[in-house]
Nanobody, 115 residues
Framework: EVQLVESGGGLVQPGGSLRLSCAAS????????MSWVRQAPGKGLEWVST???????AYADSVKGRFTISRDNAKNTLYLQLNSLKAEDTAMYFC?????????RGPGTQVTVSS
């Protein structure tokens, strides 16, 4: 069974940082492109970033230069480093198998940016 479990969210002040993790199981992680997507209150899913199996990355314009996606294939784990956070980054963040929204997503981790 494919499982994706996100962690690392929380409440942070504007300008702060968080590191999100996604533990993957039930499939051969290293062969899959993985993505992060987010959903703000009352809005639809928004693609954030994608990384393929060999580490090539892509970012939405809204997060480029502030967020960094990475992966550890030995640990079957996907990461998202969030820096210079803004109020508009407040959302539930999901990791996804595939792109842009994936065929499987985890339950999500909440990121709230507020002073």
């Amino acid at each position: 069974e494919v499982q994706l479990v996100e962690s690392g969210g929380g409440l942070v002040q504007p300008g702060g940082s968080l590191r999100l993790s996604c533990a993957a199981s039930g499939f051969t992680f290293k062969y899959y492109t993985m993505s992060w997507v987010r959903q703000a209150p009352g809005k639809g899913l928004e693609w954030v970033s994608t990384i393929n199996g060999v580490g090539s990355t892509a970012y939405a314009d809204s997060v480029k230069g502030r967020f960094t996606i990475s992966r550890d294939n030995a640990k079957n784990t996907l990461y998202l480093q969030l820096n210079s956070l803004k109020a508009e980054d407040t959302a539930m963040y999901f990791c996804a198998r595939g792109e842009p929204y994936g065929d499987k997503r985890g339950p999500g981790t909440q990121v709230t940016v507020s002073s």
